[in-house]
């Protein structure tokens, strides 16, 4: 640490999404532009990384503007990640001594977690500790997440590329299912264990004046067979092709004790499934006709290649704007958007006290659910459709996408 | 019909694919900038359009070079699409005479089918049956595939963006397989139930320095389990997050006669599933590490937004080509590619003989294959790599690509 400069770690953590390395790329920037900073560490393997003083220097890695543009576009987390939570610290203090050897070994003065509401309690726990011990190190946390669900921030980074992803493949999905003259029902599962903002979110084909999907049902929407039976045969009367969009986390009121566990088939051979492949099963054993449920699995988080541009540079502000919140003292804070207005679209960037984020979850408003509780509001559609605006320009090379590597 | 111009229709048939409507855009502009061309109708849901005289006037559609343009980049079958297969003449020759009913009702003198295999053996049986009743009515083929298992043609439209997606895709699904440090490993399951071309290509990603997919097994490559688990053993060496790559359409040796069966869980509900579920759960079994797999679905077939510009082109192209073959009095013909050059990318097309495609499938070189039948060679990757050239300007509104909708 040259003369009165403050070194810095950035760490990733949780589950990947598109915008991550963006809120990365966007600390490095303003860490660099900032002459009060010297080295700009990052962990490897989020908190983990500084548990065990694996860092790199990321002035040797983020060499230029390309390499910064790059990361921003690359999905996932160009550090690696981690689900480790910290234990509380009057249980295994030596975590938090090791943690405190890394950031002084190295005279780091702060420390910037991306990530979701578990590492939003690293970022609590750790800010705690370091003020009990009289540390001066600021812990700030910047925040990510696909499933939108953490509170106070009016959304989260990584939530708006989701929902461009799924919304646009969505709508392949839809012109997909209509090619044929017979009655068919497609499922669409989609993730969201306790909230349903995601599934939600796929009402931003309206906008567009697609009617699909044409049933949306969440895990706050009080889902029962009997109604969604009847929601479906309703639907099947207007539309050929009936489409419907369904968070993983529903909760039906028939769902076998044994579901999301294990399936077994004749040779003993076991089976994991999911939600859509159930209802595809209890829809096509009620109406007979051609039902399919597709999963959109892990490429709801990483598919950068359709990323939101709105998003990533949000994502890219959040990371800087953590940068800056440090400097000038904060420490305990995750930093959130308030939205100003919808038209124009604006928000602003501050910090939080992180316990009022960490730990807690934000649910998918019920007064956006319809009375029928089977699709959202024109509400909701106004509220998400400012995030997926605009496309990032993504280089491509040999005909794919060019994602920066921190190693091969 | 004005004095001595011909009308032409045209259908769509088979899966869908991010091309279909590429060739039918082709097929109309050159249709419409042929002044012996009349009308230009296409078949509702293909052949059955043709038979039940269902059809629509496209140049009320297809009204300026915008729609048009617009239609190119639209996924699936804008016409619609039928699995229909015309029965043998001298069975039921009242289907033939429904559609010679339609095409001189309308004056229709030529008819343009784009599909697959199936489709070109309706391109065949239909033009055996205009020559031996004596009428004169041209009917040529359009190539399109994802398979890309048409024998004669270097390639088939809708294959270099299937291409394109699944690299894509792939290379995502890779970055987000990395992020923990735990060993796992993914196994991506991709279409192609007797030709393993699609997951072949997954190569490409080597053009950019990516080793993974680690593994690729096509229905070519003579997969035995015993065999597959060494493969992922000797992966697990080098790599901690293995890729493995497998067509849908793999036999391996110890497969249980009720796959692809359903399979019931302890409620007596059935659950359908793949070669990727079978893999995930026998390789789980033996490594006890994280193994998950992943569908790409549909998706594969109609993800327009990640489309190829030079699959998209090409599509386009050879609608128009067939169109001229028609006017200079070709029948019975399918349109092909002819690869010229590698470097720089050149093709030609031609007409060949329907018979030389109807019904046969050309299946992934053996030769392609790498010794130790889990990889393939750098032929095969220098025969992918120009398939998925160039990216096409997708119109977007509301942050959602713009869809061409015949109705809503």
């Not at 598109?18 to 700009?40: H, P, Q, R, T, W």
């Not at 726990?125 to 509170?151: E, F, R």
Request: with cysteine; glycine share 8%.
């Amino acid at each position: 640490m040259a003369g009165g400069k403050i070194n810095i770690a950035i760490a990733q953590s949780g589950g990947p999404t598109a915008a991550i390395n963006s809120s990365l790329a966007g600390a490095f920037k303003a860490a660099s532009d900032n002459e009060n900073v010297g080295d700009i560490y990052g962990a490897i393997n989020g908190i983990e990384g500084i548990i065990n003083d694996e860092l790199v220097d990321l002035r040797k890695i983020l060499t230029d503007d390309e390499n910064i543009e790059l990361l921003k576009v690359t999905p996932s987390t160009v550090l690696g990640s981690c689900r480790y939570k910290l234990p509380a610290k009057n249980r295994e203090e030596n975590v938090y001594i090791k943690i405190i050897n890394t950031f002084e070994r190295h005279n780091i003065g702060a420390f910037f977690y991306i990530g979701g509401n578990d590492s939003m309690d690293t970022v609590m726990k750790l800010d705690d500790y370091c003020k009990a011990v009289g540390k001066d190190i600021k812990i700030v946390g910047i925040p990510k997440t696909i499933d939108n669900d953490l509170p106070v921030t009016d959304h989260t980074p990584g939530f708006g590329s989701a929902v461009k992803y799924v919304a646009t493949t969505l709508q392949e999905i839809i012109r997909d299912s209509r090619v044929y003259s017979v009655q068919s029902i497609t499922i669409v599962e989609i993730m969201g264990r306790e909230a349903g903002w995601l599934a939600a979110s796929t009402c931003v084909l309206r906008a567009n004046g697609e009617p699909a999907p044409h049933l949306i049902y969440l895990p706050e929407s009080d889902f029962t067979i009997d109604k969604y039976l009847d929601d479906v045969a309703e639907a099947m009367k207007r539309y050929r092709a009936v489409i419907i969009a369904v968070s993983e986390g529903i909760s039906p009121d028939k769902l076998p004790s044994s579901f999301g566990s294990e399936l077994t088939d004749a040779f003993g051979h076991k089976y994991l499934s999911g939600i859509g492949k159930y209802l595809e099963k209890i829809t096509a054993d009620h109406f007979g006709c051609k039902v399919r449920s597709i999963e959109l699995n892990v490429m709801q988080r990483c598919s950068s290649h359709i990323a939101s541009l709105t998003d990533i540079n949000e994502a890219f502000e959040i990371g800087g704007e953590a940068v800056a919140a440090a400097m000038r003292g904060e420490s305990g804070k995750m930093m959130v958007f308030s939205r100003i207005s919808n038209e124009p679209y604006r928000v602003a960037i501050r910090p939080e006290p992180v316990e009022n984020c960490a730990n807690k979850e934000k649910l998918f408003p019920t007064e956006w659910i319809n009375s029928d509780r089977n699709n959202v509001t024109t509400d909701a559609l106004n509220y998400f459709l400012p995030l997926i605006q605009g496309e990032p320009e993504i280089p491509y090379r040999n005909g794919i996408p060019v994602h920066f590597r921190l190693n091969q």
